[in-house]
């Protein structure tokens, strides 16, 4: 059998909230006592609480001391944190700088040595006396080193 909605008064609804609200009992318990569904109850709680702010506490001029503390804390900390950045930053780009710098080395490296070998074995159409001589370039001596590379990472020949 179907049950017929009740309507409430808007006094009712609003002693009801002020009860939970006083008492701080929960919601459940009290709808019970007055034989409402807990939903209900609780949405004319949050209704309640909506329409009726409760007033921000004044902080005390400790409590103000406190905050002012906390946010220079918090200046300071912010401050760290950007130095800290950039720090990171301009390590990863030297580091980042000194590895081309290697890597350019080993090439270099690596080019003479495949060179000075290719250079021994006898040219298949060039007689003896006349095999050509390869020159070993030097990668540090390029003009865009200077552009990859720091100056001061750059080798002076």
Not at 14 to 23: L, R, W
Not at 88 to 93: R, S
């Given at each position: 059998m179907a049950r017929m909605k009740r309507k409430f008064s808007p006094q009712f609804k609003?002693?009801?909230?002020?009860?939970?609200?006083?008492?701080g009992r929960p919601t459940a318990e009290i709808a019970r006592e007055l034989e409402i569904n807990e939903?209900?109850?609780g949405?004319?709680?949050?209704?309640w609480k909506q329409s009726n702010p409760e007033p921000e506490k004044a902080l005390t001029p400790v409590e103000r001391a406190r905050v002012a503390e906390m946010e220079d804390e918090i200046r300071r900390l912010w401050m760290e944190n950007e130095f800290l950045d950039n720090a990171?930053?301009?390590?990863?780009?030297a580091t980042k700088a000194?590895?081309?710098?290697?890597?350019?080395?080993?090439?270099e490296v690596f080019y003479n040595r495949a060179h000075a070998l290719i250079d021994r074995l006898p040219h298949p159409r060039a007689s003896p006396q006349r095999l050509p001589q390869r020159r070993t370039r030097s990668l540090m001596t390029r003009r865009n080193q200077s552009r990859d590379c720091p100056e001061s990472l750059t080798r002076i020949s």
């Open positions: 609003a002693e009801a909230a002020q009860f939970v609200i006083e008492t939903g209900t109850l949405n004319w709680v949050n209704e990171a930053a301009e390590t990863f780009f000194r590895a081309r710098f290697a890597v350019a080395e080993y090439i």
